[in-house]
T-cell receptor
Framework: DAGVIQSPRHEVTEMGQEVTLRCKPI?????LFWYRQTMMRGLELLIY????????DSGMPEDRFSAKMPNASFSTLKIQPSEPRDSAVYFC????????????FGPGTRLTVT | DAKTTQPNSMESNEEEPVHLPCNHS???????IHWYRQLPSQGPEYVIH???SNVNNRMASLAIAEDRKSSTLILHRATLRDAAVYYC???????????????FGKGTKLSVKP
């Protein structure tokens, strides 16, 4: 299994531009999570899906952030418009089952907004 | 949320055992103790989890105090590749919604000297 796949691995964009991060979870996993990691705030959960349905988006910082999961094998996290404070590493993770004892993380997307 | 307390950093010598402590005095009866680690420039990686009894797997051992108010992750022979941030996390798998999710603290940064 290829594990969780994220693209792009690095993204540099200018303030005000739209950014789309992509994630392919492990096949068969029914939970998908988006996290953000910064030096100041550590690793934070932004939103998670169960069977493609968003369950809790209380961690999404503001309306500029949106996430979708159109099918079981693909999810996107969009920031529009982007701001310098959005610079961070964004991780996608997936797990199987309600307990989800093991979350499998992708390699992350390092976003830099100038 | 039940909280965990870990030392900010620890050092070890290569090929020696490492004991990483975690205090969780407010743990509830249904909280599982999870350990994840994050190697440099990578996403977090599941290490081990347990409820009451000590647990062993190919990566590590988890020793849980009888009163469950503390636990210790044991790496039997540290290698340079074990240098990472280790997170101790409490999670109740029977809790629906976001409270059943992983909440990452600051963790312990483990350095391994050759």
């Amino acid at each position: 299994d290829a594990g969780v796949i994220q693209s792009p691995r690095h993204e540099v964009t200018e303030m005000g531009q739209e950014v789309t991060l992509r994630c392919k979870p492990i096949s068969g996993h029914d939970y998908l999570f988006w996290y953000r990691q910064t030096m100041m705030r550590g690793l934070e959960l932004l939103i998670y899906f169960n069977n493609n349905v968003p369950i809790d988006d209380s961690g999404m910082p503001e309306d500029r952030f949106s996430a979708k999961m159109p099918n079981a094998s693909f999810s996107t996290l969009k920031i529009q418009p982007s701001e310098p404070r959005d610079s961070a590493v964004y991780f996608c993770a997936s797990s199987y089952g309600a307990a989800g004892y093991e979350q499998y993380f992708g390699p992350g997307t390092r976003l830099t907004v100038t | 949320d039940a909280k965990t307390t870990q030392p900010n950093s620890m050092e070890s010598n290569e090929e020696e055992p490492v004991h990483l402590p975690c205090n969780h005095s407010t743990i509830s009866g249904t909280d599982y103790i999870h350990w994840y680690r994050q190697l440099p420039s990578q996403g977090p990686e599941y290490v081990i989890h347990g409820l009451t009894s000590n647990v062993n797997n190919r990566m590590a051992s988890l020793a849980i105090a009888e009163d469950r108010k503390s636990s210790t992750l044991i790496l039997h022979r540290a290698t340079l590749r074990d240098a990472a941030v280790y997170y101790c996390i409490l999670r109740d798998p029977d809790y629906g919604g976001s409270q059943g999710n992983l909440i990452f603290g600051k963790g312990t940064k483990l350095s391994v000297k050759p």
